[in-house]
């Protein structure tokens, strides 16, 4: 079992910055895959950006340009830096992982004002 939780969500204005965290409660080193999803009211979730263990990342077309999944091993955390924030980046986001199975964090608040 693998938990994942996350910090740093809060309510910023358009086109400021948040920095979400996801600490998982084992060595990330080996998980093949990380990634943050996110889901607006009303709407499904969606995956905003992925992370492999060799460090390859993509993002949905969405954010590109303006948010950055990065991931340091050492301290078995997985970030996403948010830049230039829009109303519609308004959204729980979830942290996840695949290790032969889903795992998923409790989620953190992001509110964007405009």
């Known amino acids: 079992q693998v938990q994942l939780v996350e910090s740093g969500g809060g309510l910023v204005q358009a086109g400021g910055s948040l920095r979400l965290s996801c600490a998982a409660s084992?060595?990330?080193?080996?998980?093949?895959?990380m990634a943050w999803y996110r889901q607006a009211p009303g709407k499904q979730r969606e995956r905003v950006a992925r992370i492999t263990s060799n460090g390859k990342s993509t993002y949905a077309d969405s954010v590109k340009g303006r948010f950055t999944i990065s991931r340091d091993n050492a301290k078995n955390t997985v970030y996403l830096q948010m830049n230039s924030l829009k109303p519609d980046d308004t959204a729980v986001y979830y942290c996840?992982?695949?290790?032969?199975?889903?795992?998923w964090g409790q989620g953190t608040q992001v509110t964007v004002s405009s």
């Open positions: 996840y992982c695949w290790r032969g199975t889903d795992y």
């Open positions: 084992e060595s990330i080193f080996s998980i093949p895959v």
